[in-house]
């Protein structure tokens, strides 16, 4: 993900409120649970002691002692560990707190960008903050089958609605699972309102929860900042469009609802075959069928997308219709 120097100073920024007030929430649990229980103290204190006692018994190299002192200290941990369960707490609720304990909230592992400074990066250029907040709502775990009919059936498949969109979950969980294994790919397509955006929403949140980067569009914002690339040819264009190509999973939600042309046929081609040559996952909804594909984005972008793509129909009631007479 390429930063300008300001947003690279504006993350670092973020990280270091983070560890303050992780450290912060740290020192006010051990003051809390202190004062509720002294022994808590009493027991850190003569943890702290027989660490520094250890300390110099090993540059001594006295083995004898050292042994001894090693299991002291084990005993005193597990004495510990009881008195907070025993009192409520988890057994490592005295334990350092971190928002990413992967890199520890500092950004970085070993020098790298850490998955969670990757998908900070990302949310900050392109102001998808609001996904976290979407995600949690729309996720596996308030996922519905109760909004899909097991009487309405497909005369192509001889499946129902329901068990439909039950093969479409499953085809999800597939590919979350084989997500590091291959370079697959989801092309959900149906009519308004059957879970397609759900469905894709569902995906991110999981991978996102698996450290992977992700980046969300409608067609519309997509070919925007394609768009910019080519016309504008600023560095910022530029950088967001390799971003587009090198992140982990692309979401191009609502393909077709944009103004589809010569432009936005070539640069959707451009995309989806250059995310394909990196190996790297994309998942597309759409309320156009596949020869609608063909008529609007072109031969070359259906045998793209059949051949590289698990082809997904959605059947069934508008949901969002359902909601609202609820």
Do not use: W
Request: hydrophobic share 35%; glycine share 4%.
């Amino acid at each position: 993900m390429s930063l300008n120097n300001s947003q690279y100073d504006e993350l670092i920024r973020h990280y270091n409120a983070t560890q303050l007030k992780n450290q912060r929430l740290h020192e006010a649990r051990v003051r809390d649970a202190y004062l509720k229980t002294p022994a808590l103290k009493e027991i850190d204190d003569a943890i702290a002691s027989c660490s520094v006692a250890q300390a110099r018994k090993l540059l001594d190299g006295d083995a004898g002692a050292l042994d001894a002192l090693k299991s002291q200290l084990k005993e005193l941990r597990a004495k510990k560990k009881a008195l907070l369960t025993s009192l409520g707490y988890s057994d490592d609720y005295f334990d350092p707190v971190y928002d990413c304990p992967d890199c520890k909230d500092t950004g970085f592992i070993d020098g790298k960008r850490c998955h969670c400074f990757k998908q900070a990066a990302i949310d900050l250029v392109y102001t998808q903050s609001n996904l976290k907040e979407i995600l949690a709502k729309e996720n596996f775990t308030t996922f519905s089958f109760a909004y899909y009919s097991d009487e309405e059936v497909n005369p192509a498949t001889g499946l129902s609605s329901l068990a439909t969109v039950k093969n479409a979950v499953k085809e999800c969980h597939y590919f979350i699972d084989h997500f590091d294994e291959d370079s697959s790919n989801l092309y959900f397509y149906g009519d308004t309102g059957v879970g397609k955006t759900f469905l894709s929403n569902c995906v991110a949140k999981e991978l996102l929860d698996r450290g992977h980067s992700v980046i969300y569009f409608t067609a519309f914002q997509l070919f925007d900042i394609l768009g910019k690339n080519v016309f504008d040819k600023d560095a910022d264009a530029i950088a967001a469009n390799q971003n587009i190509f090198d992140c982990d999973l692309l979401i191009i939600d609502d393909l077709g609802t944009e103004l589809a042309n010569s432009f936005t046929a070539s640069q959707l081609f451009l995309c989806i075959n250059e995310r394909a040559l990196r190996k790297k996952h994309t998942v597309i909804s759409t309320n156009l069928n596949v020869p609608q594909l063909a008529d609007i984005y072109s031969e070359r972008v259906l045998s793209r997308i059949s051949n590289s793509y698990t082809l997904i129909k959605l059947f069934g009631d508008d949901i969002r219709m359902k909601k609202r007479l609820h």
